[in-house]
């Protein structure tokens, strides 16, 4: 971002030492004077609480340097700006002002945030009534084994696989499969005559959750772990999506349950070679 400023600033003044001056010295003068007058305060709450004699000399003499050297910056800042505000000096004064808005801006929703978030009296602590586990099904595979097995290590109080049909034939071989493996957990089929997986689905949990305010609805997603970028964009579009979508409902769990596919052996046998090879040299 600094660099990307600085080419910007160099484009604009046309790389005119002339111009680009004036923001140095603002921005120089403007940070000695403000880094003085924090010494000044600091010293000065270092003194309400110190009582040593020795101490005390040594505090007041060191905020009565700063307060001299934020005097003589302030001057000579009050001279700069004055001289060459319309020089470019302005636009220093400007862009610090932006950022002090947006650093502020940041910090007001940390603390808004802190706030939201912190526990009271009132704080709602009982137990949900019920954990309903869903496992999203789009083919029976291993990944599909996985995360059947994870969710019923986590024994929630009911658990069902669902699949969204956008293929009778596919769905077919969907419930051939399910039937032949005996997972010894329903499968529920919704209907999808758009083709479409993301939204039936959300229903379906939404659904579920409305049935029981103090119910804990848990989706379970397997997803695959990959070692290429590009392998990326050819998997987990839908899981991701869905995903992204089930953490704005309330009273939502989701768990990803990753499996690793061969290619992230690979990567992985290549990072450990990488930092082993750093290691040696």
């Given amino acids: ?14 790389a005119s030492v002339t111009a680009l001056i004036q923001l140095y010295v603002v921005g120089v003068f403007i940070s000695f004077t403000l880094g003085q007058i924090g010494m000044v305060r600091h010293w000065t709450r270092e003194l309400q609480i110190e009582h040593d004699p020795a101490i005390r000399r040594r505090m007041i003499r060191s ?10 910056t302030g001057v000579v800042l009050v ?66 084994m996985k995360a059947i097995a994870f969710a019923r290590a986590t024994r929630p109080t009911s658990l069902i696989g669902v699949t969204v049909s956008i293929d009778d034939d596919q769905t077919e071989l969907i419930l051939d499969q399910w039937e ?49 970028w590009w392998e990326q964009l050819l998997h987990n579009q839908t899981a991701l999506v869905i995903r992204t979508r089930l953490h704005f409902m309330q009273g939502v769990m989701v768990t990803s349950v990753p499996y690793q596919l061969a290619s992230s052996d690979a990567r992985r046998d290549r990072a450990r070679a990488a930092a082993e090879k750093r290691f040696r040299r």
């Fill in 1 to 14: 971002m600094l660099a990307a400023a600085a080419v910007a600033l160099v484009l604009v003044f046309d």
């Fill in 63 to 72: 905020r009565v340097i700063n307060i001299i050297g934020a005097s003589l």
């Fill in 79 to 144: 001279i700069v700006l004055v001289s060459k505000f319309t020089h470019g000096a302005y636009l220093a004064l400007v862009a610090m002002g932006l950022i002090f808005a947006l650093m502020l801006a940041i910090s007001n929703h940390y603390r808004a945030v802190e706030r939201e978030v912190a526990l009271t009296a009132e704080s709602d602590r009982a137990l949900p009534s019920r954990v309903r586990g869903v496992v999203l099904v789009q083919q029976v595979n291993l990944p599909t």
């Fill in 180 to 228: 032949a493996e005996d997972f010894g957990m329903p499968l529920k089929v919704i209907s999808s005559p758009y083709r479409e997986v993301t939204n039936p689905f959300l229903k379906y949990v939404a659904k579920l959750r409305t049935e029981n305010p103090r119910d804990i609805v848990s989706v379970y997603i397997p997803e695959f772990v990959v070692g290429h």
